[in-house]
């Protein structure tokens, strides 16, 4: 049984009751099936290794995607 | 400038090797919605079309369309931009999570902005990022001030395309410096196009007849009365523009008329003073 994590994601705390991986956190935000990108702490989080990497705590998260821009 | 040096066999624009028959780039932004996006993008008959990478809302409904659904990279050259990037450095993080978001995708708009009031760009913080992205193997098309120096030094460092401002961005007020521009045509290889300051059909026409390799606007369009007739009016300035210039235009007499009927014949012959 693991601990409760903090993590800043997309700017904003946010607390999960265990650690995750980063395919477990896609579905948590309900944000499975789109199109995006995710850094981790300034660093890639490659969608290849979703189903592994996972989340630790204190860690700072960027989910990103494409909208409308010059 | 010498006109055939920069004509492809079928007068395609080429970056980084790969060509296109459109020479106008359009930008995404400020459309009152996708299918907005999705008309006027496919009436300026752009192939090329930028994106921004913004952080994803958190707890939005699902079934939220997407861009990329009304543009799919699979009919569209999707380049991702860092619009909003102040620093190299938060350039950089922009663009390698855009390549991972377009699958590995490594031509990229790269615009480092200096300060908020006026979206000059950061011309050091430019450079810096330039060589990084280059070195990491993007294909880098990178806005830039109309300095002839500065705009050389991007294609030294190997970018594909170099891509100055003819007015600030979003302020539609033309080409205000054409000869920077054309000293800019002048000194490089790599295809220049004139990126921000585009206001109406006319812009784009002279930015073309000047010899720039394309155009690439946002504002002009979305933010025109009837965005899907102002993106075809583009398209057509953009190819009369490149027509003429390729034509070569007449030489300008600024003292002495020339009329174009005859002069002999005349029924009623004109007095000489």
Redesign the interface.
Same mark, same amino acid.
């Given at each position: 049984m693991s601990a409760p994590i903090r993590v800043v @994601?997309?700017? #904003?705390p946010r607390e999960f009751p265990a650690t995750l991986t980063f395919s477990q956190l896609i579905d948590e @935000?309900? @944000?499975a099936g %789109? %199109? @995006? #990108? +995710?850094?981790r702490n *300034?660093e890639?989080v490659? %969608?290849s290794r979703f189903h592994e990497a996972r989340l630790a705590d204190g860690d700072r998260i960027? +989910? +990103?995607? #494409?909208?409308? *821009?010059? | 400038m010498n006109a055939p040096e920069r004509i492809a066999a079928q007068d395609e624009l080429v970056i980084a090797g790969k060509p296109y028959r459109s020479r106008l780039l359009v930008g995404t932004g400020k459309y009152r919605d996708f299918d907005e996006t999705r008309r006027a993008v496919e009436a300026s008959g752009a192939e090329i079309v930028t994106v921004a990478i913004r952080r994803t809302n958190i707890g939005q409904n699902a079934g939220e369309p997407s861009l990329l659904d009304a543009l799919p990279p699979s009919r569209f050259t999707i380049l991702p931009n860092t619009a909003g990037c102040y620093t190299a450095e938060d350039a950089l993080r922009t663009l390698r999570l855009a390549r991972e978001l377009l699958d590995g995708h490594a031509l990229v708009k790269l615009e480092v902005l200096g300060d908020p009031q006026t979206l000059f760009p950061n011309m050091p913080e430019t450079l810096a990022a330039a060589k990084t992205l280059v070195a990491e193997g993007f294909q880098v098309m990178a806005y830039c001030s109309d300095d002839p120096i500065l705009a050389k030094q991007l294609e030294d460092l190997g970018c594909v395309a170099v891509m100055p401002l003819a007015s600030l961005i979003g302020s539609g007020m033309g080409i205000l410096n054409p000869w920077n521009l054309q000293i800019i045509l002048d000194r490089l290889s790599v295809p220049v196009l004139v990126d921000a300051g585009i206001g109406t059909a006319s812009d784009a026409a002279i930015a073309m007849e000047l010899g720039c390799d394309g155009v690439l606007m946002n504002t002009a369009i979305a933010k025109a009365g009837d965005p899907v007739r102002m993106a075809s009016a583009m398209k057509l300035a953009v190819q009369a523009g490149r027509e003429a210039f390729l034509a070569g235009r007449m030489a300008k007499k600024p003292y002495e008329a020339a009329a174009s009927s005859p002069q002999a014949g005349l029924i009623a012959p004109a007095k000489k003073a």
């Open positions: @994601l997309n700017g #904003a @935000l309900a @944000l %789109r %199109r @995006l #990108a +995710v850094e *300034g890639i490659p %969608r960027e +989910v +990103v995607m #494409a909208v409308g *821009g010059g | -």
